[in-house]
Every structure is written in C-alpha cells, then in structure tokens.
C-alpha cells in the first residue's frame, strides 16, 4: 500500500512525538510499503526507500505556524496518489489522526485553571487557532477513524467532543528493543540515581520533581537527580538552590544517546501534568528503569504499582509530596528488590514494539 504520513517533525533525536512518527515511517518501509513524510524538520537517516517531502512553514507567529503547517501538508498531499493519508500532527482531513500532541481543550483546564485567566486564554490568537484546529479534526466528517495511544485519551475525546466512540482505537506506543535495551554490567552506586527526562519542564512536572528530591535528601535519603531535557533551566537551578540542593542535581541539557541516560539510573521520575502517552516512560521500562509517574500520563497505563514503577495522582496541590513518599519508598527497598523491578521493566517493554504497533496500526486502517 501506499501512504503518505503528515508530521511536522520526524526524527530520532527529538522527543517522543518525533521518535514516534519515525519508527511508524521505517517499520511501515520495512513491511514493503511505499511511504512519504510530510514534514518540515526530517531526518534522513530513518529509512532509505523512505521519501520526504519538505513542507513550508510560516514561523511568524503560532497561530501561523499551525495554520501553514496543515493548509501546506494537505496541499501537498493532495498531489500524491496514496492508499491513505495519517496525520501525526494536527491536519485534516486524514484517514486517520493520531492523538499525539496532548488534547488541548484538556489542557487549557490544567494550565490555567483559573476562571479569568482561562477566559482570558482562550482569546490568545494561539489558543483560538489551535483549537478550532483542533475541532475542525475531531469531526467524523473530516477524519475517518482516531488512532489514541492510551485509554485516557480515549476518554477526553468523549468527554469533550463528538466523535463516535467505535471510530477510535486505543493502539499503545512501540519501543525500538534493540536500542533501549538494560545495560548488563548495570550496578547500583552509593548514592541511588533519579532521573528526569523531558523538553517541556513545567507540563512534564519538573518543579515538584526538585521539591520532592529535596524532601527525600532531607529526610536522610542518600541521591542525585539528573535532569536531561532542552528547556530553560534557570528557574529550576534557582529553586533547587533555594530548597538547598542545588549541589545534588545535574542539568546536563540534551542528548542524543538517551537511552544511556536511562541504562544508568535507579528510578525514572516524570510526573507529567498530561501527556497521552509519554513514550519515555517505556523507553526507560525497555532499559530496565523502573518509572515513577501521574495517573494524567497516558503511560501509566502500562504501569504496575511497587512491579516496574509507582502511580500518583496528576496535577494535584501535593503532588511533590506524593513523589516523595514513592522515591522514599523506592529507596527503602533492598538492592534485591530495586533489581527484580529492573527486571519486570523490561519484560513489560517487550509486549510493546514498533512492528506490533504499526502492524495493528495499518490493521485497524484497513479494516475500518
């Protein structure tokens, strides 16, 4: 078959979203199909039948960003001749649209939950464009079927619009098992290792992440916090100096081999505000890194209470402290113990790959 995939980034060196649309791209290569990528940002090296197809964008502004974004993919997509059309970015019309950015009429709620300022948001050109953007998408008559990647997306849809509930299909993420894999020669240091991992420091969490590493240290608990992630870390550097423990975390910025970040450390910590279903938490569950994480991230899901990880409540007024008493937790157990998590990590990861992902996928896309 032949199609064409729409998304504005697609890489493995980027986030979670990218890496996605990637391994979508050469696991469907790989099944003999003819693929094009239309994106701005594109990384050659995903596959070498793969064809890309540069799409122009207007960068002045974000309403402009998205606007361009979509009218271009769709005029370019117009041009091939193509079985079926996936959106992985927000476009219409599609054969199938993939819920990976989050849902944002939810998130608005969560960003601002005040009344005025919330009001006052959604008259920022930004917000307005996204959302009637993302209406326009969630209309049956302009995407045949939704592709979510967890159950909670699945339910916002139908708490917040009209779609058919049978026209959506919860098909969870993929992980690359040969690239996030447990590192063999894996010992557990002095000082147990949490990590944090993500490009959007506030809505992954990392504030009450610092403040609960600082209640465990006070508490007595030997660790280091290592942050990796783009973002500005100003304001994250003065708040673990403002808490005392600034000494005890590392902002080492952005990487390209993640996967080492994860094979080194004890416990994976990303409580995100929300996120549909953040793929680094399985990529740390396929190097064998147990992962601390918010019922408002659709990888929890995947997650077993105390077996490879720790659930808490999202977005909540005490969410730092409901981490601390996880990392507490975590850290009271016996080397043993923090081993046999280690080690269901990655036998859940193995149920989740990108040839079963994209094989399910163009499943559920020819048989709707």
């Given at each position: ?20 649309a990637a ?206 992630g783009s ?108 081993i046999q ?28």
């Amino acid at each position: 078959m032949k199609f064409a995939i729409i998304r504005s980034e697609c890489s493995f060196t980027k986030g979670g979203a990218e890496r996605y649309a990637a391994n979508l791209c050469r696991q469907l290569c790989e099944m003999g199909h003819q693929v094009w990528v239309l994106a701005e940002i594109f990384d050659p090296k995903i596959h070498p039948a793969l064809i890309h197809v540069p799409i122009k964008v207007n960068r002045a502004t974000s309403a402009t960003r998205n606007h361009s974004f979509n009218e271009n993919a769709q005029q370019a997509a117009r041009k091939l001749e193509v079985d079926h059309i996936i959106a992985l970015s927000r476009s219409y019309p599609s054969d199938a649209f993939r819920v990976s950015d989050p849902l944002h009429c939810y998130w608005m709620g969560l960003r601002y939950p005040g009344k005025i300022r919330n009001f006052i948001e959604h008259l920022n050109p930004r917000h307005r464009a996204i959302l009637k953007l993302e209406r326009a998408i969630i209309d049956p008559q302009n995407t045949r079927i939704i592709i979510t990647n967890s159950e909670l997306s699945k339910t916002l849809i139908g708490e917040y619009y009209n779609y058919p509930p049978d026209r959506i299909h919860v098909i969870y993420n993929g992980v690359d098992h040969t690239q996030f894999i447990p590192d063999p020669h894996y010992k557990e240091g002095k000082e147990l290792k949490f990590l944090f991992v993500g490009q959007d420091f506030k809505r992954k969490g990392l504030a009450p992440v610092i403040r609960a590493f600082a209640i465990a240290r006070k508490a007595g608990y030997s660790c280091r916090l290592r942050v990796v992630g783009s973002d500005e870390p100003a304001p994250y550097r003065d708040l673990a100096k403002q808490l005392g423990v600034s000494e005890y975390i590392d902002f080492d910025g952005p990487t390209r081999e993640i996967q080492k970040a994860y094979q080194s450390a004890d416990l994976f910590v990303f409580p995100s505000l929300y996120d549909p279903f953040a793929n680094v938490v399985l990529e740390s569950l396929a190097c064998g890194l147990p992962a601390l994480t918010t019922s408002t991230n659709g990888s929890s899901e995947i997650i077993t209470e105390g077996e490879n990880g720790y659930i808490v409540a999202g977005a909540t007024q005490h969410l730092a402290n409901d981490l601390a008493k996880q990392m507490i937790t975590f850290s009271l157990l016996t080397p043993e113990q923090r081993i046999q998590m280690r080690h269901v990590s990655r036998i859940t990861a193995e149920n989740y790959s990108t040839t079963r992902n994209a094989e399910t996928f163009v499943s559920k896309l020819t048989q709707s």
